[in-house]
């Protein structure tokens, strides 16, 4: 199984950042989807189905929150994990990030390791792209 995944940052480079990062984890990964803004990784979403979205806060247009709960009000993407990565790491952040739906945070600067791990936790597969005890153990799940 491929991941098909959706990276929506104002910035180009933390978007390369991020797909170098969920490439190196061992995930199997298509082509990454980018988009700079919440309002313009809806319309990829009108195209494209994703397995996993991994988006910033503070956008032009669109922000992170706001695209999180358009993603809740439409049946067919709500149940599409989210990943927050900001540069807010406040508690009271923290809170309204999970408060709106998303399924993990990290916090900038952070390190390949720390979004890997939230990137196990939220998937929960293993680098074969299989289901963590699939085989009724966790062997292969991804270690961080």
Do not use: W, Y
Request: with cysteine; glycine share 10%.
């Amino acid at each position: 199984m491929s991941l098909q995944v959706l990276i929506v940052d104002d910035s180009s480079s933390m978007r390369r950042f991020i797909k170098r990062v969920i490439a190196m984890s061992g995930f199997r990964m298509d082509p990454c989807l980018e988009a700079p803004n919440g309002k313009r990784a809806i319309e990829i979403l009108e195209a494209n189905p994703v397995d996993l979205i991994v988006s910033d806060t503070n956008m032009p247009e669109m922000n992170g929150l706001e695209l999180i709960e358009t993603l809740h009000r439409d049946v067919g993407l709500q149940n599409i994990p989210v990943i927050v990565v900001t540069t807010e790491g406040t508690d009271p952040t923290k809170r309204d990030v999970f408060a709106s739906g998303a399924r993990g945070f990290v916090k900038k600067p952070f390190t390949p390791e720390e979004l890997k791990k939230v990137l196990g936790e939220v998937l929960g597969t293993n680098h074969r792209g299989g289901e963590c005890g699939d085989d009724g153990t966790d062997d292969g799940c991804l270690d961080f």
